[in-house]
T-cell receptor
Framework: EAGVTQSPTHLIKTRGQQATLRCSPI?????VYWYQQALGLGLQFLLW???????NRGNFPPRFSGRQFPNYSSELNVNALELEDSALYLC??????????????FGPGTRLLVL | AQSVSQHNHHVILSEAASLELGCNYS??????LFWYVQYPGQHLQLLLK????DPLVKGIKGFEAEFIKSKFSFNLRKPSVQWSDTAEYFC????????????WGLGTSLAVNP
């Protein structure tokens, strides 16, 4: 069974540009999550999508946005890139059954470097 | 604010030594608890999880963790480590319910010398 996949593996952008990161969940999973892992800050929750809707959002500015497609894959968009957006962006997926006991499974991440 | 604290940032052990990594969280309600591991060059993998029931949970590769509600702790243990356990270990917590937001500790880097 294929795990969570993410593309691209690396992305280099300059300040002010936009970045688009993509994620495909494990087959059968409907929930997708995005996390940022910046140096020294640990993993921070960004967004949660389920059934095409944004369900929860972390403490990030509106220039961090995303969407979930009918096939449950997801995109994370970061507009007006700033140097501090340089980080590893992790995508995770879960079954999305709506219950209390959900386990998130992670992809390999996209490393974004903003110059 | 909810937070997770991992007490040890870097741990160095010899093979066959016992391991205990501390994890404490701040949240007064019911929680789901996780330990994830990241081996060199690999992505995050689930080591074990606790939702409810027996507070002593067993995970992969001989790891176990004990949930002590009164201490808000979920410490990870392994009686005898191997060189292949060299990795970064992360504790994560989410309030039970439909929040789904994982709150993470900063991680513990474990190096096991052969």
């Amino acid at each position: 069974e294929a795990g969570v996949t993410q593309s691209p593996t690396h992305l280099i952008k300059t300040r002010g540009q936009q970045a688009t990161l993509r994620c495909s969940p494990i087959s059968g999973h409907t929930s997708v999550y995005w996390y940022q892992q910046a140096l020294g800050l640990g993993l921070q929750f960004l967004l949660w999508y389920d059934e095409g809707e944004e369900r929860n959002r972390g403490n990030f500015p509106p220039r961090f946005s995303g969407r979930q497609f009918p096939n449950y894959s997801s995109e994370l968009n970061v507009n007006a890139l700033e140097l501090e957006d340089s980080a590893l962006y992790l995508c995770a997926s879960s079954l999305g059954q709506g219950g209390r006991q959900e386990t998130q499974y992670f992809g390999p991440g996209t490393r974004l470097l903003v110059l | 604010a909810q937070s997770v604290s991992q007490h040890n940032h870097h741990v160095i052990l010899s093979e066959a030594a016992s391991l205990e990594l501390g994890c404490n969280y701040s949240y007064g309600g019911t929680v789901n608890l996780f330990w994830y591991v990241q081996y060199p060059g690999q992505h995050l993998q689930l080591l074990l999880k606790y939702f409810s029931g027996d507070p002593l949970v067993k995970g992969i590769k001989g790891f176990e963790a004990e949930f002590i509600k009164s201490k808000f702790s979920f410490n990870l243990r392994k009686p005898s480590v191997q060189w292949s356990d060299t990795a970064e270990y992360f504790c994560a917590v989410t309030p039970a319910g439909n929040n789904r937001k994982l709150i993470w500790g900063l991680g513990t880097s474990l190096a096991v010398n052969p």
